[in-house]
């Protein structure tokens, strides 16, 4: 109802004021209810060194935040008998050296893949402007011959390489880039 709205987007902007205007946060906050933006602000730098200020066309490194909308596509893929959970990686990344790691593995961080930004930055293969791709940390996988942290399936291991993986499952499957994959299936 629009006095529901009206009351997200007074509560949104509030939150705004007392948290993020006064502090030097660079970043942005949306609100959304039903597809329809209620409330959306942005501040802070997107360059600090070039004073660039940040905007809504700022491309914005959502983080971790992306890992359960990327398990929810694994979910429907798995749904739609796309893929399954024990499926062996290799089957759909051919280029994957490891094995025995499953769909399933990389959904519960028990790979025993180490982080990728670990393995760039011990290979001396970090390159700050020139960010790596996720294909890219595949083939870094697949021509390092990078050793797993634990043996796949003793533990539990947090690591981002997982859900790169798992995105780029996403594109193989859906023969689409992970934005329009997400934007199509999410």
Do not use: C
Request: charged fraction near 20%.
């Amino acid at each position: 109802s629009p006095k529901q709205i009206a009351n997200y987007r007074t509560t949104a902007t509030k939150f705004y004021n007392d948290f993020w205007q006064k502090s030097k946060v660079s970043g942005g906050l949306l609100v959304a209810k039903n597809g329809k933006i209620v409330f959306e602000q942005y501040a802070g730098s997107a360059d600090v060194e070039k004073n660039i200020a940040l905007t809504a066309e700022t491309p914005i490194h959502i983080a971790s935040i992306s890992k359960v909308l990327t398990g929810l596509a694994i979910f429907k893929l798995v749904e739609a008998n796309k893929i399954q959970f024990d499926q062996k990686v290799k089957s759909i990344l051919p280029e994957f050296p490891y094995e025995e790691t499953t769909v399933r593995h990389l959904l519960n961080h028990r790979s025993g893949l180490p982080n990728y930004a670990n393995v760039l930055y011990d290979k001396k293969l970090e390159d700050r402007a020139n960010p790596i791709t996720n294909q890219g940390v595949l083939n870094v996988f697949a021509k390092e011959n990078v050793g797993l942290v634990k043996k796949v399936d003793v533990g539990f291991f947090y690591s981002n390489t997982n859900y790169v993986l798992l995105a780029l499952i996403i594109e193989k499957v859906q023969k689409m880039s992970y934005p329009e994959a997400m934007k199509y299936m999410i």
